[in-house]
């Protein structure tokens, strides 16, 4: 199966799901004037007045225009174009000046023909990408000298862990994919008209932390959180942070987060 054109085809089906979905809540990110960015992203990231930042894999642009109210120049990229449709009329609505375009993220740096501050990349994007060198690459190619790559994600290691207690390694960490999946429904709880195949992929820590640093990016931090935004095993519990193990209990990394400057020197073959 093309990964791109299966993929693609089920995140079209999910945008107006997800549009209308009290997960989102659209209407009330368009009323309100509000960020839906997660504290420790902001914390991490800075200030980002005045500055260029690319979103790569945006889906409907919330994560955009909520760093474009916090002041930055925002740029989103997705390969879905029912999705960037929607993040264009939403940053219309909003009042809120932004670029949207439709590309893969793997031709990010033609299609978007310029260079950054801040690249961005949200929570559940790297699953979908068969080559994080690749992108770690694209990353490098649209920073300028200085800026830098900011990387939130969920964590690969709940992903071996069963669902019930994250207790059990019920998968094996190094098997890379692809993986198949048959969704009926999206994570907003939306069913889709008719069950849908997605082709994604297990990117273990180390290979994103060489991917990035291959690139020539230099690391500057990697922070692994024992919290993560929705209920990722029946036993965690919902605090002001997401949700985490109960108090006592042993803790796993649930989320990641990574920056990397654009002033390193890329690596040499081995």
């Keep these: 199966m093309d990964y791109l054109t299966t993929n693609r085809a089920n995140w079209n089906a999910r945008v107006p799901i997800h549009v209308a979905s009290d997960f989102y809540d659209v209407e009330g990110f368009k009323a309100s004037g509000r960020s839906l960015l997660r504290p420790f992203e902001v914390a991490e990231v800075g200030d980002v007045s005045g500055r260029r930042l690319a979103h790569l894999q945006c889906h409907i642009g919330l994560d955009t225009l909520s760093w474009a109210r916090l002041g930055a120049e925002v740029t989103g990229l997705d390969f879905s174009d029912a999705a960037i449709t929607q993040a264009r009329a939403i940053a219309a609505d909003c009042g809120i000046p932004a670029r949207f375009v439709t590309a893969d993220v793997y031709d990010a740096a033609e299609a ?39 990387l939130a994600e969920f964590h690969p290691f709940a992903d071996t862990l069963d669902d019930e207690t994250g207790t059990t390694v019920t998968l094996d960490y190094f098997t890379k994919g692809p993986h198949l999946w048959e969704e009926a429904y999206t994570y907003t709880g939306g069913k889709l008209a008719e069950p849908m195949m997605t082709l994604q992929y297990q990117h273990g820590l180390g290979e994103v932390v060489s991917a990035v640093t291959a690139a020539g990016l230099r690391l500057e931090f990697l922070h692994e959180h024992d919290h993560t935004l929705f209920r990722r095993f029946a036993t965690l519990s919902q605090d002001d942070t997401g949700y985490r193990a109960p108090e006592g209990a042993p803790r796993v990394p649930l989320m990641y987060s990574l920056r990397a400057f654009a002033d390193g020197v890329p690596a040499r073959e081995p």
């Design 112 to 150: 978007l023909g310029e260079t950054y501050d801040i690249v961005y990349t949200g929570i559940g994007a790297l699953v979908w990408l068969p080559d994080v060198t690749r992108w770690a690459e694209t990353v490098a190619a649209l920073l300028k000298p200085g800026g830098f790559l900011y």
